[in-house]
């Protein structure tokens, strides 16, 4: 899928990644250089993006043999012996690397955007060499870049990079994600660098957070300390010109390779091998996996455990926790920290232990990853405790590993991963008593439900996996290089060139004349629009094109005489009378007999709505509750298990939706429509959605497409929905000039 989508929307283009950790690092080991891979599932899906698109990823050459290997530009052809892509070194001297990474990334901005302010440490000569060190890495980037290259930043080492790249380059097109926690203005204007920081991420054209709380964060910093012009509506900021678009997208794991190694003999064998090694045949087993970092308050969680023993003293010998904590950081203040998480747990373990038995499992070194999954997979409760954290994965790798889904998630509400993960049990870290009751709640939670949550957990990470993650942007990125390239194809600068004679006017429904909102029921068209349509229909022929059943976008839109088509215009009205019914009657009776049997097996489970649209249908899950929902998805695939030669069924915002696999689309409807109502006309068609995309295509070199949001297939966009009212106001005027101009 992911290779496909480059393939249709990467070819020609060059992708430059810059991030300050590199994929490959080339060490000495003995009298031989060894190349290594750092772990950690983002730097192999980007790996496998470049794979697959070619290009180039800059990164700092921080291996003590890394400059053994690179050509004269600093170059090495990757992945080792077999290359498609070039990785392109940064040199940093020990002094600026030591300023740029330890000292103003690691000091400055992590705690700061972790709201640790007593940890954040501001010194000069950090600031000066951050800048430095983005310098560096702007001219590489420079030196590989051409006007259409894309380039996609990571995270918080490099936020004055997109702006020193759009000083120099200002065609470019520059994303960038930011990996962890965005503040708040009351912490954010502590930092005496704040104007400057903010200036430089301004430089990107698309900006993505973890989650929306962060995006708006960082405009409310913006309002407060520069003069920009904010549309919070639609997550836009403009500077001096230049227009930087917000959004969450938030990152995941790869969730079929931690089954798959989870479910391995590997699995199996590494966990009896641990089990053996640690006496951990009886009783539960608590999981934690951190890097040795404040910010996932490890001392916290410890503190919670301890309390546990001393409140529920008869599971004493009965629940060991292990704790898996590499230290990643090497300096002040880890060197403390990890001290001070050591000798907590040896307190503990002197405190609770028995002869045989001791709470608290400590490891504090690296585990590959196919030991780390059967940790995962053993463990009956898997404990985040972080006092913020941008997503973290280590509750998603979690969710993936448990083969045998019936462990419970402990999830700090502070993590990013908490808007996303229903069925956790949410914690407040700072909470440390209730805390330690959660810790007791989940080890006396009925299997059922246990297991229920587990597959509700299981079903998201599933569903919104790394590569889903990858997609989106890249999707968004491929939007706004449009939007760039199609200057001049906005369409107010060019409404001279819209039809207004002998025009057939195609509309779609939802994100175009009524804008988007939480739930479909809820869509309603505006009464000005509706008011326009009234009176635009005297001069020109109007069809409503949506993918609604044909009765409620009747309803919804309500105005007779027009032409609408529903289900994707496998039903017709020409205005009096339904003049296409496009059911095939075999795949209704499937379709009937399906919803019968959902109806029966879902109705034990409260909150499911069916809804029968004639030739489709949706089935709305939004409010089942938690404990039931693994009892809802075993339902609905066991039923429509079968159904699958004649049904394609997705998956949307909590509803399935089920369509007939030879189902129309929107292209074929307006060519219809064209052909039996306006052979001579000339077409206008304006949507939204990707399944306008079809229409766009079908009246391409005969009429005019507009898209609210830009696609590469529209002859012009709109920048929001609410500038289609504006469009068709302007419609009515010009197009009554031109009647009075037929006179
Ligand atoms: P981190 O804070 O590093 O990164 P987190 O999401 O907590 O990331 O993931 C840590 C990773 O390290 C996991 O993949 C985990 O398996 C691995 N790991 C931890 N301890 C390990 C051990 N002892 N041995 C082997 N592997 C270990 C930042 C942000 C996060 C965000 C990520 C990704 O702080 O909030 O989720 O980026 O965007």
């Not at 302010?117 to 000069?124: E, G, N």
């Not at 009751?437 to 569903?463: F, G």
């Not at 004649?646 to 689309?665: D, H, M």
């Amino acid at each position: 899928m992911l290779r496909l989508f480059l393939e249709e929307n990467f070819s020609g283009k060059n992708l430059v990644v810059v991030s300050n950790r590199e994929p490959y690092i080339h060490k000495k080991v003995g009298t031989q250089i060894k190349v290594d891979r750092p772990a950690g599932g983002l730097t192999s899906a980007l790996d496998d993006v470049l794979r697959a698109a070619g290009g180039i990823w800059v990164a700092w050459g921080s291996g003590s043999r890394d400059k053994d290997v690179v050509d004269n530009k600093s170059c090495i052809p990757v992945p080792p012996g077999n290359p498609s892509y070039t990785l392109k070194r940064v040199w940093l001297s020990p002094g600026i690397a030591e300023n740029y990474y330890h000292g103003y990334a690691n000091q400055v901005l992590w705690p700061l955007c972790h709201i640790t302010l007593d940890r954040v440490y501001f010194r000069k000569r950090f600031w000066e060499d951050y800048k430095k060190a983005n310098r560096i890495f702007a001219k590489a980037v420079l030196e590989e870049s051409s006007d259409d290259s894309i380039v996609w930043i990571h995270d918080y080492h490099l936020c004055l990079l997109p702006g020193f790249l759009r000083d120099c380059k200002s065609d470019l097109t520059i994303a960038h994600f930011w990996h962890i926690p965005w503040p708040d203005w009351g912490v954010f204007r502590v930092c005496p660098q704040a104007k400057e920081i903010l200036e430089g991420l301004l430089g990107n054209d698309l900006l993505g957070f973890q989650i929306p709380l962060f995006a708006k964060s960082f405009m409310d910093c913006v309002k407060e300390c520069l003069d920009a012009d904010l549309d919070y509506q639609n997550a836009v900021v403009t500077y001096k010109g230049h227009a930087t678009r917000l959004k969450a997208f938030p990152i995941s794991i790869d969730y079929q390779k931690f089954h798959a190694m989870a479910t391995s003999r590997r699995a199996v064998n590494a966990i009896k091998r641990i089990k053996q090694k640690h006496r951990l045949d009886q009783g539960y087993i608590g999981i934690g996996v951190d890097r040795l970092e404040y910010t996932k308050a490890l001392i916290k969680r410890l503190q919670a455990i301890d309390l546990f023993f001393e409140r529920y003293a008869r599971y004493r010998g009965r629940v060991t926790f292990i704790q898996i904590a590499v230290p990643t950081r090497t300096k002040e203040p880890y060197l403390s920290y990890q001290k001070a998480v050591g000798e907590l747990i040896a307190r503990i373990n002197g405190k609770h232990a028995t002869t045989d038995w001791k709470p608290v499992v400590y490891i504090d070194k690296k585990v590959e990853h196919q030991e780390l999954v059967a940790y995962y997979r053993m463990a009956d409760i898997g404990i985040i405790s972080s006092v913020y954290d941008g997503m973290n994965l280590v509750a998603k790798e979690y969710v993936a590993s448990q083969a045998d889904g019936h462990g419970v998630l402990i999830l700090s509400e502070l993590a990013g991963a908490a808007e996303e993960l229903e069925g956790a049990l949410l914690v407040n870290p700072y909470d440390v008593e209730g805390f330690s009751d959660l810790i007791y709640k989940a080890l006396k939670m009925p299997h059922t439900e246990k297991a229920s949550r587990m597959a509700v957990l299981r079903q998201q990470v599933r569903a919104n996996d790394i590569y889903k993650w990858i997609a989106d942007i890249l999707h968004e990125i491929v939007n706004i290089c449009w939007m760039k390239s199609a200057t001049g194809r906005y369409l107010f600068d060019n409404l001279d060139r819209i039809p207004v004679k002998n025009t057939f006017l195609f509309l779609d429904y939802d994100g175009t004349l009524s804008p988007i909102v939480e739930s479909p029921d809820k869509a309603f068209i505006p009464g000005e629009i509706r008011d326009i349509l009234l009176r635009l229909k005297k001069h020109m022929p109007i069809a409503i094109i949506s993918g609604r059943a044909l009765e409620d976008i009747k309803e919804r839109v309500g105005i007779e005489d027009i032409i609408y088509a529903g289900n994707h215009g496998a039903e017709i009205w020409n205005g009096r009378r339904q003049v296409v019914r496009r059911h095939s009657a075999g795949d209704r009776d499937r379709l009937e007999e399906l919803l019968r049997r959902l109806r029966e097996d879902l109705m034990p489970i409260q909150g499911v709505m069916v809804e029968d649209k004639g030739i489709t249908a949706s089935i709305h899950f939004r409010k089942v509750s938690p404990k039931d929902m693994g009892a809802f998805f075993d339902a609905f695939r066991e039923t429509v298990r079968g159904y699958e030669d004649t049904f394609r069924i997705t998956a949307g915002k909590k509803v399935f939706e089920i369509r007939p696999l030879k189902a129309w689309n929107k292209g074929k409807a307006v060519s219809w429509i064209m052909e039996k109502f306006g052979k001579r006309k000339m077409p206008i068609y304006v949507g939204d959605d990707t399944t306008d995309e079809d229409a766009f295509k079908a009246i391409k070199g005969r009429g005019v497409s507009i898209c609210v949001g830009g696609n590469p297939e529209a002859d012009y966009y709109l920048k929001r929905q609410e500038e289609v009212g504006e469009f068709l106001e302007q419609l009515t005027g010009l197009s009554k000039i031109s009647s009075f101009a037929n006179l």
